[in-house]
Structure formats: structure tokens, C-alpha cells
């Protein structure tokens, strides 16, 4: 049998009243209907949000500007690596925002912690304790005009994962010279993440939670859960703030952004502090404690430049 047999007998299985995937489309409408929920009702995460990925497409379109007219002997090296880094960042941002307002704000959640631990290496990047060879894995190992072996690959690897860990040491884990109190909130908050990448943890628990429980009915289309969306949103506005901090590498001393970006960052980052001061507002104490983490770790300002604090 060929596979356009196949394929239509599959169709034929799955059609009903004419459409294929029919049975699908209350989830499809489920997921759409909650983006307006999410814009009426969540007022204040959105244009946080939305505000913060307009600067950031900002940013990069001026980084972008600059970069394509500079001169190649002017701009260091690794500046042609952190661009597309922070390029990268941005286009992981947004399936994140999509996902929460498609109703899935615990897999949106998952996936802030690769932004969560990028942040932190180039926050480690910016306060010089790590270089930008060390901490892709490179240094010593690749050498420039020449395409690495399988083994000298395989190098690279090794030490990436080995530079990362040592750097997530120094900037929130037992070598970071933070308090105590401050470590064991920051191991939770690591933790949380964790919980959700590994085994939907935190999903079962709260999507599905209430239904188990027999508070709820199971539903296969998602629902909205106001514990889920709190934690999304705390969470996202604590790991867009580390980014948004770094943000500044992306100028050079000789090419700086204008008087105007520099003050949206400032606007942006008193926003970001007050969402996080909300926490401790109502009594949470992770709310000071990441106030002053970010303040200990990421104490960047707009005339951070990438030339004068990158290795």
C-alpha cells in the first residue's frame, strides 16, 4: 500500500461530518477563546509582557543596525555571538507567551527555565565571571578558521556543561556569597521549575489537581486555573527581568542606543521591580529576596556596554 493510501484511509477514519479531526476543534476553540480572557482579565501581565517583547524586537532591530554598519575590525569578536544569543532568547520568549495564552501557562512555564538559566549565564557574562569562549565551551579547544573534530566537539560539550555549572555556582547556588535565607528561596524557586520539566509535575497538580479531587470535572480542553496563571506570571516576570538587565550588552561604547531607549529600559525595569515587590506586598517573603538577588546579581544600568564589561 502507498503512503497517499494510506493517508486517505487514515482521513476516512478520523473524518466526521466532513471535517478530519472533527472532534478536536473544541480544544482548538478552547485555546482560542482564552487569549481574549487572558487580554480582558490578566490586564496588567500583558502589557508588562507585550511591552517588554517590544523592547526586546527594539533592541535587536538596533543592535541589528549597528551591526551591519560597522566596521568588521571594530566590534569585538564575541559580540557576533552574543547578538544572535539574545536573538535566540527573544524567539524562545515567544512560544512561551503563546502558550500561556493558549491555555497552557504551566508548558509555558516549562520552557522558562532554559530562559531562567540563560539569563544567568550572561548576567555571569556581564559581571566578568565567565568569558564568552568559556562559557559556549570553546576555550581551548576550538581554534579560529579550522572546524572542530568529533572529538574536539565532544570537548567542547564537556566543558560547557562543566562552565555552566560552575557559573550557576557563582551567580544563585553554594558559591554565590548570597545569604542563606536567600539560597534555600532561590532552591525552591529552582526547584519549581524543575518539578514542571521533569514529569509535568506541577501541571498534574494544579490542571489536574481539582479534578481528582473531585472539585472539578477532567477535561482534555484546557481550563483556567487561577493558581496555574499566577505562577506563570510571577515566574515570567521574574526571569524577563534577569533579560531584560542584559539587555545593554547588546550596545558599544562607540555606538550607544539613544536617550529614548534608555529611558523605556529604566520604565520597563521600575515595572518588572514592582511586580516582583507585589510578592512580598502580600506577604510572600520571595518577593525582597529576589528584589535583592537581582539587585546583587544582575546591578546592570542602561550605559552598560558590551565592550567595556565582556571578556
Excluded at 566537539?153 to 562543566?162: E, F, Y
Excluded at 523605556?264 to 525595569?269: A, E, F, I, R, V
Aim: some cysteine; hydrophobic content about 40%.
Amino acid at each position: 500500500m502507498g503512503w497517499e493510501d494510506l493517508q486517505n484511509r487514515l482521513a476516512d477514519a478520523f473524518t466526521t461530518d466532513g471535517i478530519v479531526g472533527n472532534r478536536l476543534l473544541q480544544v482548538i476553540e478552547a485555546e482560542k477563546t482564552y487569549c481574549a480572557f487572558i487580554e480582558r482579565t490578566l490586564k496588567g501581565h500583558s502589557i508588562l509582557s507585550h511591552c517588554f517583547q517590544e523592547f526586546c524586537t527594539d533592541t535587536l532591530g538596533a543592535a541589528a543596525s549597528v551591526w551591519k554598519a560597522k566596521e568588521p575590525t571594530s566590534t569585538p569578536p564575541s559580540y557576533s555571538g552574543v547578538f544572535p544569543w539574545h536573538l535566540a532568547n527573544f524567539r524562545s520568549i515567544r512560544p512561551v507567551d503563546i502558550l500561556f495564552h493558549s491555555r497552557y501557562p504551566m508548558d509555558g512555564f516549562a520552557r522558562l527555565r532554559y530562559l531562567k538559566e540563560e539569563a544567568l549565564y550572561l548576567g555571569a557574562l556581564l559581571s566578568g565571571l565567565t568569558s564568552y569562549s568559556k562559557i559556549k565551551g570553546w576555550d581551548g579547544v576550538v581554534k579560529p578558521g579550522k572546524v572542530p573534530t568529533p572529538e574536539e566537539m565532544d570537548q567542547v560539550s564537556r566543558n560547557r556543561k562543566k562552565e555552566e555549572k560552575r557559573v550557576l555556582c557563582l551567580m544563585i547556588r553554594e558559591k554565590s556569597g548570597l545569604a542563606p535565607e536567600q539560597l534555600m528561596q532561590l532552591h525552591r524557586w529552582e526547584t519549581f521549575f524543575n518539578l514542571e520539566v521533569h514529569g509535568a509535575r506541577l501541571t498534574q497538580a494544579l490542571e489536574h489537581g481539582p479534578a481528582l479531587r473531585g472539585e472539578d470535572t477532567l477535561s482534555l480542553a484546557p481550563k483556567r486555573r487561577q493558581a496555574s496563571c499566577a505562577m506563570f506570571m510571577n515566574r515570567f516576570s521574574e526571569v524577563a527581568w534577569m533579560l531584560h538587565r542584559t539587555l545593554p550588552i547588546l550596545q558599544l561604547s562607540t555606538r550607544r542606543f539613544d536617550a529614548a531607549w534608555g529611558r523605556k529600559w529604566q520604565l520597563l525595569d521600575d515595572n518588572f521591580l514592582s511586580m516582583v515587590q507585589s510578592l512580598a506586598d502580600l506577604g510572600k517573603p520571595f518577593g525582597n529576596v529576589f528584589v535583592a538577588f537581582v539587585s546583587q546579581k544582575f546591578p546592570f544600568e542602561p550605559e552598560v556596554c558590551f565592550d567595556t564589561h565582556v571578556k
